[in-house]
DNA sequence: ATGGCGCATGGAATGCGA
């Protein structure tokens, strides 16, 4: 079983490359974030031909996640239960017996920031949800997305300036979803020196390697002994007009 | 090496991402 996670930085200019991607990778399932697009204008039938059912919520010009699967999504919830949001950054659905949540995380602009404020509240209630709701009911339970947290010093490039994305509260949110019952999935295998899923698209960054990993895929403590193979697929981030995240990708033992 | 790119909106210039 394959689940992958992929910030697209708008599907319809990536839809392209997504149907590519899929033909060749073959996903179980593959969380998207970023679709920039509302509902009606989802390329449902593009991604039907292409063998793959979707889940989607959308809206105009920012956020949007997806879920697609090669089987019929199951029970699939939109948003986060108990937290009124405007912004379409959480779906989650049953895929092949695997309950998955994809989201995505707010930026959070600069730490002191409005926007860092509701970055801090969204997670809390992320992980509240999960504690209380989500993994009691879902043992089997994956967490994927764009999280816009990159959790450790390995996980950033040495030269990086600034604090967001990295910042002690920011970190600590991440520290608490784990201590919900997740696992890392990517630090349950050697990488890569300088492994990272988002690359600035200005001043080279890709070509120098400058960049962080903030995409993340966590599985419960049931799933661990499961996993077979965490990896970063770099390829997409190399082809003309890329998105800025590259796919992240879990292999799973089949039951 | 982060004002410097890319995307969306709207039909130029601006907001936003990370």
């Known amino acids: 079983m394959k689940i992958a996670t992929w910030n697209v930085n708008s599907l319809k200019v990536r839809l392209h490359q997504l149907l590519d991607w899929l033909n060749t990778n073959h996903p179980d399932a593959l969380c998207l974030q970023e679709l920039k697009l509302e509902d009606k204008a989802f390329p449902e039938a593009e991604i039907q031909a292409a063998g793959y059912y979707a889940a989607f919520s959308g809206q105009k010009t920012y956020n949007g996640v997806a879920i697609l699967s090669s089987t019929p999504p199951e029970d699939v919830m939109y948003g986060i239960p108990n937290f009124a949001d405007e912004q379409k950054r959480l779906i989650a659905a049953t895929v092949k017996g695997i309950r998955i949540v994809c989201g ?113 895929i966590l599985v419960s403590q049931a799933l661990r002994d499961a996993c077979r193979a965490c990896a970063v697929d770099k390829a997409p981030r190399k082809l003309e007009r890329p998105s800025d995240h590259a796919p992240v990708v879990l292999e799973l033992a089949s039951k």
């Open 104 to 216: 995505y995380f707010p930026n959070g602009q600069a730490p002191g920031s409005d926007k860092f404020a509701y970055k801090l509240a969204w997670l809390d209630a992320l992980t509240c949800w999960l504690k209380a709701g989500a993994l009691p009911m879902h043992p089997n339970i994956v967490l994927a997305g764009d999280f816009n947290i990159a959790p450790d010093t390995l996980d950033v490039h040495p030269e990086w300036k600034g604090e967001i994305l990295v910042s002690p509260p920011e970190r600590a949110a991440f520290r608490s979803l784990i201590e919900c019952g997740f696992i890392d999935a990517f630090r349950l295998f050697e990488q890569p020196e300088h492994s990272y899923s988002w690359w600035d698209y200005r001043a080279g960054s890709f070509r120098r390697n400058f960049g962080l990993r903030i995409d993340h």
